[in-house]
């Protein structure tokens, strides 16, 4: 249960430093750029548990399996947060378009 919660909040911290570095900037879509963020959270996290725990051996892999509830959850907050972001958008361009 530990390894979950640990997953899930490495996960998001290494999310939100690559949406604020690199896709909030790169992405014009709000959509693409939450997703995107999360999935190289995700790999980044999987990355350096496989070479943090080799202890001098090859790299491990399992900690995909480790870090995937953290993708699964952390991406539909990510995705339920792009849609508003999105229809928000949209909104402000539709008002936009009437002045």
């Given at each position: 249960?530990?390894?979950?919660?640990?997953?899930?909040?490495?996960?998001?911290?290494?999310?939100l430093?690559?949406?604020?570095?690199?896709?909030?900037?790169?992405?014009?879509?709000?959509?693409?750029?939450?997703?995107?963020?999360?999935?190289?959270?995700?790999?980044?996290?999987?990355?350096?548990?496989?070479?943090?725990?080799?202890?001098?051996?090859?790299?491990?892999?399992?900690?995909?399996?480790?870090?995937?509830?953290?993708?699964?959850?952390?991406?539909v907050?990510?995705?339920?947060?792009?849609?508003?972001?999105?229809?928000?958008?949209?909104?402000?361009?539709r008002?936009?378009?009437?002045?």
């Amino acid at each position: 249960m530990g390894q979950v919660v640990g997953g899930i909040l490495a996960v998001y911290i290494l999310q939100l430093i690559w949406e604020k570095l690199v896709f909030m900037r790169l992405a014009n879509d709000p959509m693409k750029g939450k997703l995107f963020s999360t999935v190289a959270g995700y790999l980044t996290a999987v990355v350096l548990f496989g070479f943090g725990s080799a202890d001098g051996g090859a790299w491990r892999p399992d900690g995909a399996l480790i870090y995937l509830p953290g993708l699964l959850i952390i991406g539909v907050f990510a995705w339920r947060r792009a849609k508003v972001l999105r229809e928000e958008a949209s909104k402000q361009t539709r008002i936009d378009a009437f002045d």
